[in-house]
Every structure is written in structure tokens, then in C-alpha cells.
């Protein structure tokens, strides 16, 4: 099979090729998740914490048709003020390339990317999941068929409490896709550390996760891991007070008819608006602390394997 061309930055080639951590972003975040200049200043300091933590951080778009994987500050602000930028899957990634065209890339489409890279794991904020109302709407998000065909470790704080948890923990287990929680028993829900449902593993340190990374892959297989870190106790919001807020924002979607792709970035900007602002600052601290996690795992990983 012919493999696309990917842009490698400088510094994440030369970490590749030592076999040295880097840790894969995705640029969604950066086009639809944040409003300017929040984006661009949370898209360096996720950066940066992934190099305090001693891995390379590799943030992955598309830029006029070309997948990137790395980008230099002057890419990452151009990104961050771009107003004419698609939102891809995995599966949109084809046509943006032919027709040289831009996009923020989501959970699917950077996983897929980075495993064409050769990256090993991946932090994001939360994935994607099964909609409220799915029965109906047949509304799942592409990350969770990505997760069980695509073998990369995704470091997140679960899945948002505008989706459907329950069903979203099911349809990964039909996956086969291992849900893993970081120092907790409980599956975290993006806002608040505590979902009310169990994961179903427990592992504590960075260096169990990459054991259990390499473990994984030796077994062939072939989904990825998902690794629910729970958001900071001082910065987790009340869970009464974001369902409320989320509950809020999800009828006004609802009483729109905004649709598909669009209900997300919709969904976080009202959540925003709703919440005087709260909701974002929490998403930013769960996105920084996803990167250290990701970035200590992979040098961890990175440790354990030239060991063997």
C-alpha cells in the first residue's frame, strides 16, 4: 500500500528516528474547540509541557492539501487565526488533500495520521462519542471505530457529559477497545472527575501504562488504548452545575436543528458563554494535564523499548 506523504517537522524526524517520546496533538482544538486567542495560547503551552515533561510534541493538520506532522510557531498562529479551515475525521482526510485544502483535525483523523507517523500516543482534551438520543439519530462519533481499528494509546479526560456515557463505554468494549483510568476507578467526564460509571481498569503510574502499551501491541491486537485521565480536583467544575449548563446548551442545539459535525464546536462555545467562561478554563487546565500524562508515558515507553 502507498503511504502519503507526510510532513515531518525537524525535531520530531530526529526524535523518530533515536526511537525517542513524542507525543501527537490534534488541531481541532486549535480551529473549533477555542476562540482566538485562547487557542493559540493553549497550543503552546500544550506544546510546551509536553518538552517540560522530555518528550517532542507533534501537533498534526493539514495545511493546503499536505499533512503535517509538527508544526513551527508561525503554522500553529497561522492555524490559530485561519477562518476558512475544515473540521476532518479520518474519513475526510482524502478529499481535503485532492482538492489542497486546510483542516483542524479530530480524534480519528490524528490517530490514524500518527499512526502512519509511527507515534505512539496521542493527548487530546476528550473523544468522541454515542449522542444523546443515537436510537434515533444514529449519532457516533468516528473516534470510537478509529480507537478499535487504529493502534494508538489516546490520552484524555473521557468523554463530555453531553454524550451518552453508558452506551459510548459499550460500544468501545464491542471494540475491543481497553478503557484504562489514570490513579482512579471511575471513568471521568471531561468537566468533573467522576462520570458515575467504572472503567474497567485501574493503572497508577506512567511506566504501567507503557508497559501495558507494549503488552497490548505484542498481542496483535490491533485497536488502541484509551487512557481516561481524570481533570485536576481544583480544577474540575460541580457536576450539578455543568449538567445543568450542558443540558442548557444541548436543547438550544436541539431547538436549532444544528446537526452533526457542527453540534460539538456548537456545544462548547454555549457551554462557554453559559458558564461565564468556567467551562473553558477547565478545559484547558484537563488539555495541559492529558499532555504531561501522554509525554511522561511516552518517554516511559520510549525507555522500555530500546531496554529490550
Same mark, same amino acid.
Do not use: C, W
Given at each position: 500500500?502507498?503511504k502519503?506523504?507526510?510532513?515531518?517537522?525537524? !525535531?520530531?524526524?530526529?526524535?523518530?528516528? %533515536? *526511537?525517542?517520546?513524542?507525543?501527537?496533538? !490534534?488541531?481541532?482544538? =486549535?480551529?473549533?474547540?477555542? @476562540?482566538? /486567542?485562547?487557542?493559540?495560547?493553549? #497550543?503552546?503551552?500544550?506544546?510546551q509541557?509536553?518538552?517540560?515533561?522530555?518528550?517532542? /510534541?507533534?501537533?498534526?493538520?493539514?495545511?493546503?492539501?499536505?499533512?503535517?506532522?509538527?508544526?513551527?510557531?508561525? +503554522?500553529?498562529?497561522? $492555524?490559530?487565526?485561519?477562518?476558512?479551515?475544515?473540521? %476532518?475525521?479520518?474519513?475526510? $482526510?482524502?478529499?481535503?488533500?485532492?482538492?489542497? *485544502?486546510?483542516?483542524?483535525?479530530?480524534?480519528?483523523?490524528?490517530?490514524?495520521? #500518527?499512526?502512519?507517523?509511527? =507515534?505512539?500516543?496521542?493527548?487530546?482534551?476528550?473523544?468522541? *462519542?454515542?449522542?444523546?438520543?443515537?436510537? +434515533?439519530?444514529?449519532?457516533?462519533?468516528?473516534?470510537? &471505530?478509529?480507537?478499535?481499528?487504529? *493502534?494508538?494509546t489516546?490520552?484524555c479526560?473521557?468523554?463530555?457529559s =453531553?454524550?451518552?456515557?453508558?452506551?459510548?463505554?459499550?460500544?468501545?468494549?464491542t +471494540?475491543?477497545? @481497553?478503557?484504562?483510568?489514570y490513579?482512579?476507578?471511575?471513568?471521568?467526564?471531561?468537566? &468533573?472527575?467522576?462520570?458515575?460509571?467504572?472503567?474497567?481498569?485501574?493503572?497508577?503510574?506512567? !511506566?504501567?501504562?507503557?508497559?501495558?502499551?507494549?503488552?497490548?501491541?505484542?498481542?496483535?491486537?490491533?485497536?488502541? =488504548?484509551?487512557?481516561?485521565?481524570?481533570?485536576? !480536583? #481544583?480544577?474540575?467544575?460541580?457536576?450539578?452545575?455543568?449538567?445543568?449548563?450542558? %443540558?442548557?446548551?444541548?436543547a438550544?442545539?436541539?431547538?436549532?436543528g444544528? +446537526?452533526?459535525?457542527?453540534?460539538?464546536?456548537?456545544l462548547?462555545?454555549?457551554?462557554?458563554?453559559?458558564?461565564?467562561?468556567?467551562?473553558? &478554563?477547565?478545559?484547558?487546565?484537563?488539555?495541559?494535564?492529558? #499532555?504531561?500524562?501522554?509525554?511522561?508515558?511516552?518517554?516511559?515507553?520510549?525507555?522500555?523499548?530500546?531496554?529490550?
Open positions: 500500500m502507498t502519503p506523504d507526510l510532513k515531518l517537522a525537524d !525535531e520530531v524526524a530526529v526524535a523518530l528516528a %533515536a *526511537g525517542d517520546a513524542v507525543v501527537a496533538l !490534534e488541531s481541532t482544538i =486549535i480551529t473549533h474547540g477555542m @476562540p482566538y /486567542p485562547a487557542n493559540l495560547e493553549t #497550543a503552546r503551552a500544550v506544546e509541557v509536553v518538552r517540560d515533561n522530555g518528550a517532542t /510534541p507533534a501537533t498534526i493538520t493539514v495545511i493546503d492539501g499536505v499533512i503535517h506532522v509538527g508544526l513551527t510557531d508561525a +503554522q500553529l498562529e497561522a $492555524l490559530a487565526r485561519a477562518k476558512d479551515v475544515v473540521k %476532518a475525521s479520518g474519513r475526510d $482526510l482524502a478529499a481535503v488533500m485532492v482538492r489542497k *485544502g486546510s483542516a483542524g483535525t479530530t480524534v480519528s483523523a490524528t490517530m490514524r495520521i #500518527a499512526e502512519l507517523a509511527g =507515534i505512539k500516543i496521542f493527548a487530546t482534551g476528550g473523544v468522541g *462519542g454515542v449522542h444523546r438520543g443515537a436510537e +434515533q439519530s444514529f449519532d457516533i462519533s468516528a473516534d470510537l &471505530t478509529e480507537l478499535g481499528a487504529t *493502534g494508538t489516546v490520552v479526560a473521557g468523554v463530555k =453531553i454524550l451518552d456515557i453508558p452506551k459510548t463505554l459499550e460500544f468501545l468494549e +471494540q475491543r477497545v @481497553p478503557i484504562i483510568a490513579g482512579s476507578d471511575d471513568f471521568p467526564a471531561f468537566f &468533573t472527575r467522576r462520570s458515575g460509571e467504572k472503567a474497567d481498569h485501574r493503572l497508577d503510574t506512567p !511506566e504501567e501504562i507503557a508497559a501495558a502499551m507494549i503488552a497490548h501491541e505484542a498481542l496483535g491486537s490491533g485497536t488502541g =488504548i484509551l487512557i481516561a485521565n481524570p481533570i485536576p !480536583e #481544583a480544577d474540575a467544575l460541580s457536576p450539578d452545575f455543568i449538567d445543568g449548563t450542558i %443540558a442548557d446548551a444541548v438550544e442545539a436541539e431547538r436549532l444544528i +446537526q452533526r459535525k457542527a453540534v460539538t464546536p456548537f462548547l462555545a454555549r457551554i462557554n458563554e453559559l458558564s461565564g467562561g468556567r467551562s473553558l &478554563t477547565a478545559n484547558i487546565a484537563l488539555v495541559k494535564n492529558n #499532555a504531561a500524562l501522554a509525554a511522561k508515558t511516552a518517554v516511559a515507553h520510549a525507555r522500555l523499548k530500546k531496554s529490550v
